[in-house]
């Protein structure tokens, strides 16, 4: 029961409702008492020949009563426990949203998708469970077990009521044995349903890529590799599960077989009535409710506990990039600034960024290229705060950017990264994500300078065209300019470009930089690439090698180092030379 009082914030929170559902679950259980007495009082009645037409119906008043209050009562207690734990599902969805959103880029370089996926729909479902069934079966098997022993003790026979209790303490042990294994193999299920969310949420986003390498049946097996160890897992619980209900009604063979011995040989020696044996067998009947409810509790309980503890594990990770209480409630802007002297990445032993110190003046244009691997993204990604510098300091405006609120600092940032996603939603609304209500020409301006507005129009529905999970009906270059064009309607203080002009040719690469450098005259523009046409013009160019710095200046400069910035230059300039039909050797 170790649930309950984990969830005990909860049950104060809604106290009101969940006093108010016990209060009429008790009652219920108190005029479930009624019709077991009056039946044993007729049959004496009968016995006796005692019953008139008048006292039956009387009888027969009472018991409709009882009937139509215990109608009404459970209809009120359903709403106010069922209700709560809906509640209680919905607050705790907000909290694993919320927590999602606040993360840093660690979190989910540790965790699956569709494992936080298991975590917000399986987990919190046997949770509200918990808090709605599992409450109603403890007070209604507590409260209706009890009043009925009392009632059975009380008013027919102490005695015969022990020897009917007698095969109790063999249920209780064995149900909290089966509690026990159902926890560990509900945990084992629910991780293993996790994997197999996971592996279905991979399928299907990687859709393209299995059909173009003929992968269909090699995933297809793994798929049903997967499943069948969620069907394994959970056989296993099921057959734990199974033994709660025979075990209770063996039990309650048991006591129905000991009443009826030992309760016809008290009415035999005249200690208690025929009536009151009727009226003890139907109370004892009362009773399998009770006991099948406390098995069903374990089950419900256990379960609860094992998606509680995940959840809370879960809810308990912290966020590795914190904010200042005292942090700046302003968007920052001016010139940037990086003092690195080295950066790892949570977990890893070598260094991604050695020795790099640099300065961007407001309005200035930086370019970052160098290797795969070198550290281009990294160095951004400490910019927007994905991650935090524990040797060093970046700087904007003349402050650390630690000083800032994440939120103001990320809103002076307009990020176009490498992994262009885009929502299962119409191109506009891609583009005006962050302002929906935005005027439709600064959305059509946007999409103009990114040299996508053409491209648009000339899909049936414009930009009304609904684009497919991840942008998938768009080619890449679309996908880019869309990305582009949705981080231009911020009008940032700093647009950082990783890479995000690969996809397209070198005229349209071209066309977007010209529109660019117009368009955003004073302020900061920082662009990764590969292709070095895209940050010739740049007032400031650093190449980066295995994390350090190895050259740095204008093109101009650069060109006159004979470096790796000029070799790589003229050998992209050679390429492209002989893509257009050229010679290297005159034409």
Partial sequence: MKVFLQLSWFFKQEKKAYITGIVLLLMVAF?????????????????????????????????????????????????????????????????????????????????????????????????????????????????????????????ISWKLTLIALIPMPLMAILTSWYGNLLHRRFHKAQEAFSALNDKTQESISGIKVLKTFGQEKEEIEDFRRQSDDVVKKNISVAKIDSLFDPTISIVVGI?????????????????ITIGELISFTTYLGLLIWPMLAFGWLFNIVERGRASYDRVSRLLAEKTEVLEQKDALDLIPSGKIGFQIATFIYPGEKEPVLQDVHFSLKQGETLGIVGKTGAGKTTLLKLLIREFDLKNGKVTFGGRAITEYKI???????????????????????????????????????????????????????????????????LSGGQKQRISIARALLLQPEVLILDDSLSAVDAKTEEEILHALKHEREGKTTIITAHRLSAIHHANLIVVLDEGKILERGTHEELMEMDGWYKEMYVRQQLEELVEQGGSLYGK
């Fill in 31 to 155: 005029l479930q008492l009624v019709p077991p007495k009056i039946i044993g009082i007729v049959v004496d009645e009968i016995d006796q020949g005692t019953l008139a037409a008048g006292k039956l119906l009387l009888w027969i008043g009472l018991l409709v009563g009882a009937g139509l209050s215990m109608y009404v009562l459970r209809y009120y207690w359903r709403i106010m426990i069922f209700g709560s734990a809906v509640k209680l599902a919905r607050q705790l969805r907000k909290q694993l949203f919320d927590h999602f959103t606040n993360m840093s880029q660690s979190f989910y370089q540790r965790k699956r998708t569709g494992d936080l996926m298991a975590h917000a729909t399986n987990d919190l479902q046997a949770i509200q469970q918990t808090a709605g069934s599992g409450v109603l079966t403890l007070v209604d098997s507590l409260a209706t077990g009890g009043f009925v022993m009392i009632a059975m003790a009380a008013t």
């Fill in 255 to 271: 006591s129905f077989f000991l009443s009826i011995v030992f309760g016809a040989r008290y009415v035999l020696n005249e200690e």
């Fill in 407 to 473: 939120k103001k600092l990320r809103e002076a940032i307009g990020y176009v990264p490498q992994d262009h996603f885009l929502f299962s939603a119409t191109i506009r609304e891609n583009i005006a994500f962050t302002n929906p209500l935005i005027d439709e020409e600064k959305i059509f301006k946007a999409a103009k300078i990114a040299n996508i507005h053409d491209d648009i129009l000339e899909f049936t529905d414009g930009y009304d065209t609904i684009v497919g999970e991840r942008g998938v009906s």
